[in-house]
């Protein structure tokens, strides 16, 4: 959603980004953070999509014997080639708030998500947003010598603007496997479907998602991930329904 590869996937009405795994740093306050800045080209037949840059905050706001408190915050700016070779063109802004409680092996949690889309540089009278209330479960595991993790989640959306959606749904599954190098190798892979009323844009449910591999290289203070990968963004762009399909690559600053 492992360490800085457990929070490294996408955010937009596709694939979302999910906190980091708990760690076995005892309860209380303020109790584990991640963050991490990335930048890389996006191939794509799109002009409006060529480069992506993201931040990110990853906090365990409390934690406590059967979970913890955590609040993720994520911001995707895309650039694209239509004006100037780096052209600010959007962003997708996502705001969570969840409650876990451990059953077994496993961590179920009440999550309370925002989305918002904006663009940028350009004129917009509207901002595509949405709201949503779901639960999720993840469960950490081992193959082998590797370190994995499997989630699943579903959302309903409580308050929409400008989108036709009234329910949004993932799963994923991730896998970093530590070289004797004292690298990882990590793969991330993510499926959602989102719910739509069909009787606003005449269309069905949507379907995107994200498969993603690559390296991960700590250092004393940081880590560097080297990353490529392949998506299928539900609603690429903020004003219009279709999916985009994008190549990626590029390197990420993050929390050891």
């Known amino acids: 959603m492992c360490i800085i590869v457990a929070s490294a996937a996408p955010a937009a009405a596709q694939s979302s980004p999910l906190p980091g795994l708990e760690t076995d740093e005892g309860n209380g306050f303020l109790t584990r953070a991640q963050w991490l800045l990335s930048i890389g080209p ?149 499926a959602g479907m989102v719910g739509v009323d069909r009787s606003a844009l005449n269309r069905g449910n949507q379907v995107g998602g994200r498969l993603e591999g690559g390296m991960h290289l700590p250092g004393r203070r940081a880590a560097v991930d080297v990353f490529g990968a392949f998506e299928r963004r539900i609603d690429g762009y903020p004003f219009e329904p279709s999916p985009v399909s994008l190549v990626e690559a590029g390197i990420r600053l993050g929390s050891r």
């Open 42 to 190: 996006i191939g794509s037949d799109d002009p409006r999509f060529a480069w992506g840059t993201r931040s990110r905050v990853d906090l365990d706001v409390a934690r406590y014997p059967s979970g913890r408190v955590n609040l993720l915050f994520d911001n995707e700016i895309v650039l694209g080639r239509e004006r100037r070779e780096f052209d600010f063109n959007h962003d997708n802004i996502i705001l969570e708030t969840s409650a876990s409680h451990r059953v077994r092996s496993v961590d179920a949690s009440v999550v309370f998500h925002h989305t918002s889309r904006h663009v940028i540089d350009r004129a917009a009278g509207r901002v595509v947003a949405w709201h949503t209330v779901g639960g999720r479960l993840v469960r950490p595991f081992a193959i082998g010598e590797s370190a994995a993790a499997a989630s699943v989640e579903f959302h309903r959306v409580v308050q929409h603007t400008f989108v036709d959606y009234t329910w949004t749904s993932q799963a994923a599954v991730r896998l970093d496997r530590p070289l004797a190098s004292g690298r990882d190798l990590f793969v991330n892979g993510s």
